[in-house]
């Protein structure tokens, strides 16, 4: 056994609830894009109202669970982001620590894509047809001009979402075949080996992840049915 597998540590990085939101924020922003384009505009907004409840649940879940899903864990400021940048250039040591949850730049795309989904999902809720038929369960509350303005915005952020999407699993591949560092195993499974000992993450009860997504399934519920 050599000096550095012998010191070679299985950590868990990601809580599932954080796991959970990530694969079915892909899977229903996946049936969004493929009701969208094949105009089957009842799965639209079902898979739009679940893309908007993940987004909510992942945002709350970023000031109450697990240490490394937290934003005051992950989000840095312009100057460690940029250093973390420069660190990118410089081949990486074999034992060099890897950040246990988001590295600085990770986290900037992260907030990016959180907010275009927040604003996607907004959008599409006040968003009016041509016809007005298969409109946003929120439309009747803007005018018709209202309501086409968002329409075309709901079509411009997808771009951006798209473009966002790309970079973030470009990010993935960089960091896959450049940095020898596997971070989509870690998101499935939640563990990552570790090169030298360091900071082990705290995490939370289960049952605060289930009392949350109640709450947001309720309040998701309860909007749709403003009247
Ligand atoms: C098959 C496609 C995808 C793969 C393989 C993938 C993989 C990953 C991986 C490995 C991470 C963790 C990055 C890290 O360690 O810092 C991550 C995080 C994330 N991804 Fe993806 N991703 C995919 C698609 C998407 C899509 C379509 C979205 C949004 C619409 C998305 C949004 C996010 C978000 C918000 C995070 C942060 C996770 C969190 O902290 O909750 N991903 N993704």
Redesign the pocket.
């Known amino acids: 056994m050599t000096a550095s597998s012998a010191t070679h540590q299985r950590i868990r990085v990601w809580d599932w609830p954080?796991r959970i939101?990530?694969w079915t924020?892909?899977t229903l922003?996946a049936l969004c894009w493929w009701s969208a384009e094949s105009d089957h505009m009842r799965w639209h907004r079902i898979a739009g109202y679940g893309v908007l409840a993940v987004v909510w649940f992942?945002v709350a879940w970023g000031f109450c669970g697990g240490q490394t899903?937290r934003f005051s864990h992950f989000v840095r400021g312009p100057a460690a982001t940029l250093r973390y940048l420069r660190s990118l250039v410089r081949p990486r040591a074999e034992d060099a620590p890897s950040p246990i949850g988001?590295?600085p730049l990770?986290a900037l795309s992260?907030l990016v894509?959180?907010a275009l989904?927040l604003t996607q999902t907004t959008l599409g809720l006040f968003a009016v047809n041509v016809d007005g038929v298969g409109s946003g369960p929120l439309a009747r509350w803007v005018s018709f001009d209202t309501g086409r303005r968002a329409a075309h915005l709901h079509s411009a952020n997808f771009e951006l979402?798209l473009v966002m999407?790309a970079v973030?699993?470009s990010a993935?591949g960089f960091y896959r075949f450049a940095r020898r560092e596997h971070?989509?195993p870690?998101?499935i499974h939640g563990f990552k080996q570790r090169a030298s000992p360091g900071e082990t993450p705290f995490f939370v009860p289960w049952w605060r992840a289930a009392l949350l997504a109640a709450g947001i399934c309720l309040s998701v519920a309860l909007l749709l049915n403003i009247r």
Do not use: D, S
């Open positions: 954080t939101a990530h924020l892909v922003f992942r899903a988001h590295n990770g992260i894509m959180l989904l979402l999407i973030h699993l993935i971070l989509l870690a998101m």
